[in-house]
């Protein structure tokens, strides 16, 4: 199969329908595997999931320099979207700090162009709104790097109702990167009618609840040192037995339908909208495959009710952040 393409806001940006998070390649998820990963990321583009997420700050810069390597000779085969935003000094992020300054903006875009050996970056998202810095500025600065030409679209991560708005009346916003899922449904309330009321898509990352809707993680005190999701409070004690009793309906599902249950929490995300293009991480062709035949599942409207509910908000436990990065979220 080929994947159909969607637009992600209304300036003409167009991606495949689902997307390839490329964090875990480098980061996070345990040991990379750099032959696995490229392989993956060939294999990608050749079942057209074309529009790969990146950030300098993933490694930092590796995961960017991973995804030159790899796209060589294939450039303009893919999509590439990526972030600025996070303070790192002597090649190592410095903890949260942010710096989003617009003398900064420009050489941050340029060490991402170099890395992904190319001459544009599709989407430049901002990765977490900077509270130091008036977001008329970084707007502003991004606007003009779309006019050189070293940026096509702009994007902001994780960004609340204001900033937003603030951001979308200096340069149009194209997509909003933030976590959404059967798992986390934070933006319904106010996100999403903004998004819907500019024309801005969305891009949902951890769409699969960092793997617990795949039916196959564990809890936080069996996954190996390495892997951050031991520090993820709904997979910890408690919060991990109830989370589990409520995936169940999606597990149910899955096997009712012949399908796999992560492939049922990627249609959810494709029923809710023309306008979301969910980025599953995977650093393993074999995941990769299972997340792109997602897109030829069918949920009826009353399977999509039977998910709504089951997983409600009130009925999943625990933050899906540590309290540290909880400060990061502009909300």
């Given at each position: 199969?080929?994947?159909?393409?969607?637009?992600?806001?209304s300036?003409?940006?167009?991606?495949?329908?689902?997307?390839?998070?490329?964090?875990?390649?480098?980061?996070?998820?345990g040991?990379?595997?750099?032959?696995?990963a490229?392989?993956?990321?060939?294999?990608?583009?050749?079942?057209?999931?074309?529009?790969l997420d990146?950030?300098?700050?993933y490694?930092?810069y590796?995961?960017?320099?991973?995804?030159?390597?790899?796209?060589?000779?294939r450039?303009?085969?893919?999509?590439?979207?990526?972030?600025?935003?996070?303070?790192?000094?002597?090649?190592?992020r410095?903890?949260?700090?942010r710096?989003?300054?617009?003398?900064?903006?420009?050489?941050?875009v340029?060490?991402?162009?170099?890395?992904?050996?190319?001459?544009?970056?599709d989407?430049l998202?901002?990765?977490?709104?900077?509270?130091?810095?008036?977001?008329?500025?970084?707007?502003?600065?991004v606007?003009?790097?779309?006019?050189?030409?070293?940026?096509?679209?702009?994007?902001?991560?994780?960004?609340?109702?204001?900033n937003?708005?603030?951001?979308?009346?200096?340069?149009?916003?194209s997509?909003l990167?933030?976590?959404?899922?059967?798992w986390?449904?934070?933006?319904?309330p106010?996100i999403?009618?903004?998004?819907?009321?500019?024309?801005?898509?969305?891009?949902?990352?951890?769409?699969?609840?960092?793997g617990?809707?795949?039916?196959?993680?564990?809890r936080?005190?069996?996954?190996?040192?390495?892997?951050?999701?031991?520090?993820?409070?709904?997979?910890?004690?408690?919060?991990?037995?109830?989370?589990?009793?409520?995936?169940?309906?999606?597990?149910?599902?899955?096997?009712?339908?012949?399908?796999?249950?992560?492939?049922?929490?990627?249609?959810?995300?494709?029923?809710k909208?023309?306008?979301?293009?969910?980025?599953?991480?995977?650093?393993?062709?074999?995941?990769?495959?299972?997340?792109?035949?997602a897109a030829?599942?069918r949920?009826?409207?009353?399977?999509?009710?039977?998910?709504?509910?089951?997983?409600?908000?009130?009925?999943?436990?625990?933050?899906?952040?540590?309290?540290?990065?909880?400060?990061?979220?502009?909300?």
């Amino acid at each position: 199969m080929t994947l159909h393409t969607r637009k992600l806001g209304s300036q003409g940006l167009e991606v495949s329908a689902i997307g390839l998070g490329c964090m875990g390649m480098s980061q996070s998820y345990g040991p990379a595997d750099e032959g696995e990963a490229i392989a993956t990321l060939h294999r990608a583009i050749e079942l057209g999931c074309t529009f790969l997420d990146t950030a300098e700050v993933y490694g930092p810069y590796a995961n960017e320099a991973l995804l030159g390597r790899a796209l060589k000779g294939r450039r303009d085969q893919v999509v590439i979207a990526t972030k600025f935003g996070n303070r790192i000094e002597n090649g190592k992020r410095v903890g949260t700090e942010r710096d989003s300054r617009p003398e900064h903006i420009p050489l941050a875009v340029e060490g991402s162009l170099r890395r992904l050996g190319t001459d544009r970056i599709d989407l430049l998202y901002q990765h977490r709104v900077d509270p130091a810095v008036p977001m008329a500025e970084v707007a502003g600065a991004v606007g003009e790097l779309v006019r050189q030409g070293k940026v096509r679209f702009f994007g902001l991560s994780e960004a609340g109702v204001a900033n937003i708005r603030r951001a979308h009346a200096v340069h149009p916003v194209s997509a909003l990167q933030s976590e959404y899922s059967l798992w986390e449904r934070n933006l319904e309330p106010e996100i999403l009618p903004v998004l819907r009321e500019l024309g801005i898509g969305l891009v949902p990352f951890a769409p699969l609840g960092r793997g617990f809707l795949t039916g196959e993680t564990r809890r936080a005190e069996d996954l190996p040192d390495g892997d951050f999701r031991k520090r993820d409070p709904r997979f910890q004690g408690e919060n991990f037995a109830a989370n589990l009793r409520t995936a169940q309906t999606v597990r149910d599902m899955a096997a009712d339908l012949g399908v796999k249950p992560g492939q049922v929490a990627l249609a959810w995300l494709l029923h809710k909208a023309a306008d979301i293009v969910p980025i599953p991480g995977t650093k393993r062709r074999k995941y990769l495959e299972e997340n792109v035949a997602a897109a030829e599942v069918r949920l009826d409207p009353a399977r999509m009710q039977v998910l709504d509910a089951a997983l409600a908000p009130d009925r999943i436990k625990g933050e899906r952040y540590s309290s540290a990065q909880m400060a990061t979220v502009d909300r």
